[in-house]
């Protein structure tokens, strides 16, 4: 019982792990669409690059921002992922049918042609 509320917990965690990266990732994705558009605006308008260039630097730093977060929830992936290593009931044990990796065969015998 123990083992797979442990195992429940951290499926849990990796879900919601998937679901902040996605999120992150969809959040640039409408950001850089943003940033077209106000581009595309801009020259419909037939305005100054100035204008509305101070609401472009702010989009620009919310962007820098995620890109920073982007990389921080994708370490602590990896940072999970090496401690499941420590958590009793999540450590991989072994893989396969318990043979040899790869199978040990009988060494061939080797000569030299000329």
């Known amino acids: 019982m123990r083992k797979q509320n442990i195992e429940a917990a951290a499926f849990e965690v ?12 969809t959040a640039l994705a409408e950001m850089a669409e943003l940033q077209g558009r106000m ?5 419909v308008a037939g305005i100054a690059t100035a204008t509305g260039h101070e609401a472009f630097q702010h989009l620009a730093g919310v962007m820098t921002g995620l ?6 929830i994708a370490s602590c992936h ?7 290593q420590r958590v009793p009931g999540l450590r991989t044990i072994a893989f396969g049918d318990g043979d040899e990796c ?6 061939a015998t080797l000569r030299a042609v000329a």
């Open 14 to 25: 990796a879900t919601q792990v998937r679901a902040v990266e996605d999120a992150i990732e």
């Open 39 to 43: 581009i595309r605006a801009r020259a």
């Open 78 to 84: 990896g940072t999970l992922k090496e401690t499941k």
């Open 67 to 72: 890109v920073a977060a982007r990389g921080e």
């Open 102 to 107: 790869p199978p040990q065969q009988p060494s």
